[in-house]
């Protein structure tokens, strides 16, 4: 029995056949498979663990057909996993399962994944209605990155108006923002999601620039005052 593909949630596990008809695998979460199938049954079988047939003790059936691998979802994180892989000949009523030496492994599942890790926001290059933002990656959460930018509103903790930057790595990135209102104090923070959700970077602000004055005229116009 070997496994792949481990995650927080699922698994792949891979046996080799014997001569038989097809396989029944059992899964146990913290203790090793004890429960025996019974010859003359066709027990219930489920890939979503906890799903399938319980043969007594929280002992699940997760497979039960012709073939040599399984997907076994719904798993508890960092929880080890016992598996025991029985032969069967025959099907119905008269179904034989090989119950004396089943091929056996165990395997822990991974960490849950959480989401990323931002620090240090930054902001330059401010003009009256853009400004470059920006912020680092620190760590990805145990998962992948799929998406990093921006967000900034007129309030604190902003979550909105954002804008992806491109890059799915850790690390610093900073981009462009526009559409920003002028002589108005922005809040900005970086984000970046993963399959656990979307971490952001601590708040910061500024104030974006003030429009230039405008159509300077004069009138009433003495000696020593004008308007």
Same mark, same amino acid.
């Given at each position: ?69 399984? $997907?076994?979802? %719904?798993? #508890?994180?960092? *929880? ?8 069967? @000949? !025959? =099907? /119905? ?84 923002? $526009?559409?920003? %209102?002028? #002589?108005?104090? *922005? ?8 399959? @656990? !959700? =979307? /971490? ?28």
């Amino acid at each position: 029995v070997s496994f792949t593909n481990v995650g927080a949630d699922t698994m792949d596990i891979r046996w080799s056949c014997g001569a038989g008809t097809g396989a029944l695998v059992v899964v146990r979460a913290a203790s090793a498979v004890a429960a025996l199938p019974t010859d003359g049954s066709n027990h219930t079988a489920n890939s979503a663990f906890g799903s399938g047939e319980n043969l007594g003790s929280q002992q699940y059936v997760v497979y039960r057909a012709i073939g040599t691998n399984v $997907t076994v979802t %719904s798993l #508890a994180a960092t *929880t080890t996993y016992f598996v025991a892989v029985y032969t069967y @000949a !025959g =099907t /119905g009523s008269v179904v034989n399962y090989q119950q004396d030496i089943p091929a056996t492994g165990s395997q822990a599942t991974a960490v849950a994944a959480a989401v990323p890790t931002l620090t240090n926001t930054t902001f330059s290059g401010i003009g009256s209605t853009s400004a470059t933002m920006g912020a680092r990656i620190t760590t990805n959460g145990g998962a992948t990155i799929t998406a990093r930018g921006t967000v900034w509103g007129t309030s604190p903790l902003p979550t909105g108006n954002a804008l992806a930057e491109g890059g799915t790595a850790t690390g610093t990135f900073s981009h462009v923002h $526009t559409g920003l %209102s002028s #002589a108005t104090r *922005t809040y900005v923070r970086g984000y970046a999601v993963n399959a @656990a !959700g =979307t /971490g952001y970077s601590p708040d910061a602000s500024f104030w974006t620039e003030p429009t230039a004055a405008s159509s300077l005229t004069f009138s009433s116009i003495y000696s020593n005052r004008m308007k």
